[in-house]
């Protein structure tokens, strides 16, 4: 039990709220200020060319905390608790997706109609790659737009 007046508790609560809002807008202070520095560093290492520290900084800022656990449900909603009931449930979700019926022989698309979606979606990446800026750092495969532009040139070339 507290002692003192109401009033006094009163005056203390409204002295603990100030400080707790100090506290609170110094810190976003102190986040922001921080953000710009690394902001500021990261510029000055791509101007430098240091890619390696504009990743790392990039990543850095970015970088988000990301719950590890999810919760499973069973077809009616309920959440499973159980390790093996989560796992079970695992098991027919992807029975359910991945085992599916054969196509019908009606649905096997004829020929003709093959060799035009094809050709309608060998225009699209064509005008994807023309698109593209040039002059940028490759994907994972190390090929790079530009690469992309002369072969497609020379595929034209080639095939008249």
Same mark, same amino acid.
């Given at each position: 039990?507290?002692?003192?007046?109401?009033?006094?508790?009163?005056?203390?609560?409204?002295?603990?709220?100030?400080?707790?809002?100090?506290?609170?807008?110094?810190?976003?202070?102190?986040?922001?200020?921080?953000?710009?520095?690394?902001?500021?560093?990261?510029?000055?290492?791509?101007?430098?060319?240091?890619?390696?520290?504009?990743?790392?900084?990039?990543?850095? +800022?970015? %970088?988000?905390?990301?719950?590890?656990?999810?919760? @499973?449900? &069973?077809? =009616?909603?309920? !959440?499973?608790? $159980?390790?093996?009931?989560?796992?079970?449930?695992?098991?027919?979700?992807?029975?359910?997706? +991945?085992? %599916?019926?054969?196509?019908?022989?009606?649905?096997? @698309?004829? &020929?003709? =109609?093959?060799? !035009?979606?094809? $050709?309608?979606?060998?225009?699209?990446?064509?005008?994807?790659?023309?698109?593209?800026?040039?002059?940028?750092?490759?994907?994972?495969?190390?090929?790079?737009?530009?690469?992309?532009?002369?072969?497609?040139?020379?595929?034209?070339?080639?095939?008249?």
């Amino acid at each position: 039990m507290l002692t003192g007046s109401s009033e006094d508790r009163a005056l203390a609560a409204a002295s603990h709220q100030e400080k707790h809002s100090a506290v609170r807008r110094s810190t976003r202070k102190d986040k922001r200020n921080y953000t710009e520095s690394l902001a500021h560093e990261a510029q000055d290492a791509a101007k430098r060319g240091d890619s390696r520290t504009v990743h790392k900084i990039t990543k850095a +800022l970015t %970088r988000g905390f990301v719950n590890s656990t999810t919760v @499973v449900k &069973d077809k =009616d909603g309920n !959440t499973l608790l $159980k390790n093996k009931d989560q796992l079970q449930r695992w098991a027919v979700h992807f029975q359910d997706v +991945l085992n %599916r019926p054969d196509p019908e022989e009606e649905a096997i @698309v004829e &020929d003709t =109609d093959f060799h !035009t979606e094809m $050709k309608r979606g060998r225009n699209e990446i064509e005008e994807a790659i023309r698109q593209t800026k040039g002059n940028r750092a490759p994907g994972e495969d190390m090929i790079t737009a530009d690469m992309f532009k002369v072969g497609m040139q020379e595929v034209h070339r080639l095939t008249g």
